[in-house]
């Protein structure tokens, strides 16, 4: 990202070192000596160099980081030969797993433009995502299980902000997207570590409370939507800070406004519609709705993307059930910002969303001691995929229903009742 000489940067560096911090800090709490693996837009040079100090400055024993770039990208979907679409770097994947397996942090920063792959074939950009995600597979395990701390947080590409912002110029367009990060993620406060304890310990309030309840399921209703999401057996509800299965106290997503829990794979009802468009691999899916029968997605349409989001459910037999319920308040600072991401770490953080594929182990009760086959028996779900999509609004209820049919209110038009 190149600006004409004496143009200031559009994006402040103070805040960004202080994103780089509450990533480290906050995000990882990443340990002495512990090694670190990143993953990065090239764009996003400006945000490593940042995040590669403070890990050093932590006393991280090794960063490594693996860089992406949007040309090269598109180079293989316009030149590489057929086949190519079938096979991904299994060697690198396994080089990351041995890395979590071994003690190493994950972090990722996510920027690309989310419709890079919006004018490619659809049919090869979807081998190529199955293929990347069966060989991911075995390091993603380490991920969606908790067994290491990991982190996301976000960098403003300008292909990304052009994108949320069209009608700007892109250092205009740039700075807006900079700042709307910064704001998201805590780091335009004067102390962030500070903010982000204080908001956990809401979080943690919330979760507490859901999980004194035992819900057996959760009703949602709205329009179009009137869906029963069943919870899985021994179900704990999560937010914000969470301790991982190494001991360390981590914040994978920054921002992160939801508390979430694991649904039952095999008994989820009705119908329901999106709230927001999902930016998926490149393509928009507009319009979701789908029906479930025992779990299981039987119908599925969208007014924009629907050939995109069917050959997505058809990833495998998980990826029609549900692998996550997240509840957030129509109020949430990111919905309140009326700006559409095109990303689901910040889409999904202003809206109660469910998520279609793999669940996260970590909400079981006493999940350090259940083995996948456990963990299958009490309905979670184990898919290639996991994917969020936007189902809450200021207009959609939800209630907590128990065991015996008796119903609590859980939000009311969006908010927590």
């Known amino acids: 990202m190149t600006y004409p000489a004496n143009t200031p940067t559009p994006i402040d560096p103070v805040k960004l070192d202080k994103l780089a911090e509450v990533a480290i800090k906050v995000g990882l709490?990443?340990?002495?000596g512990q090694d670190l693996v990143m993953t990065a837009p090239i764009a996003a040079m400006p945000l490593v160099r940042d995040i590669t100090k403070h890990a050093y400055k932590a006393g991280a024993g090794l960063v490594t980081t693996f860089y992406s770039d949007e040309e090269t990208t598109l180079a293989r979907y316009e030149h590489a030969p057929d086949e190519s679409f079938d096979r991904a770097s299994d060697w690198l994947y396994e080089g990351m797993a041995k890395a979590f397996a071994g003690g190493a942090a994950r972090l990722a920063i996510s920027g690309d433009n989310p419709m890079m792959l919006s004018a490619q074939d659809p049919s090869k950009v979807a081998r190529a995502n199955k293929a990347n995600s069966i060989a991911y597979k075995p390091a993603l395990e380490k991920i969606s299980n908790f067994d290491i701390n990991w982190n996301i947080v976000s960098?403003?590409?300008?292909?990304?902000?052009?994108?949320?912002?069209?009608?700007?110029?892109?250092?205009?367009?740039?700075?807006?997207?900079?700042n709307a990060i910064f704001a998201a993620s805590r780091v335009d406060l004067d102390d962030p570590v500070a903010a982000w304890n204080a908001h956990n310990a809401n979080l943690a309030r919330r979760s507490a409370w859901l999980n004194g309840e035992r819900f057996a399921s959760l009703h949602f209703t709205g329009p179009g939507t009137d869906l029963v999401v069943g919870l899985a057996d021994g179900h704990l509800w999560c937010g914000g800070a969470s301790e991982a299965k190494n001991g360390i106290i981590c914040?994978?997503?920054?921002?992160?406004?939801?508390?979430?829990?694991?649904?039952?794979?095999?008994?989820?009802?009705?119908y329901v519609s999106s709230t927001k468009?999902?930016?998926?691999?490149?393509?928009?899916?507009?319009?979701?709705?789908?029906?479930?029968?025992?779990?299981?997605?039987?119908?599925?349409?969208?007014?924009?993307g629907e050939e995109v989001l069917n050959k997505v459910l058809d990833t495998d037999e998980g990826a029609r059930r549900l692998g996550e319920v997240a509840l957030v308040p129509h109020s949430s600072p990111i919905s309140a910002s009326g700006i559409l991401f095109y990303n689901t770490l910040f889409d999904e953080n202003a809206s109660c969303h469910i998520a279609l594929g793999q669940c996260y182990s970590g909400c079981f009760v006493d999940d350090t001691s259940l083995t996948p086959e456990q963990i299958r028996a009490q309905g979670g779900n184990s898919s290639l995929i996991h994917i969020d999509w936007m189902i809450g609004s200021g207009q959609v209820?939800?209630?907590?229903?128990?065991?015996?049919?008796?119903?609590?209110?859980?939000?009311?038009?969006?908010?927590?009742?």
């Open 155 to 178: 960098y403003p590409n300008p292909s990304w902000a052009r994108l949320v912002f069209p009608n700007d110029p892109e250092p205009i367009a740039v700075e807006k997207l900079a």
């Open 29 to 32: 709490q990443l340990q002495k």
């Open 397 to 417: 209820d939800i209630d907590g229903v128990r065991a015996d049919g008796s119903r609590v209110p859980v939000m009311r038009q969006g908010e927590w009742a």
């Open 277 to 304: 468009p999902l930016s998926h691999q490149g393509t928009l899916i507009d319009d979701i709705q789908v029906r479930f029968e025992d779990g299981r997605i039987v119908e599925a349409k969208a007014s924009r």
């Open 251 to 270: 914040n994978p997503n920054i921002p992160t406004e939801e508390v979430f829990t694991t649904p039952h794979a095999l008994r989820v009802e009705g």
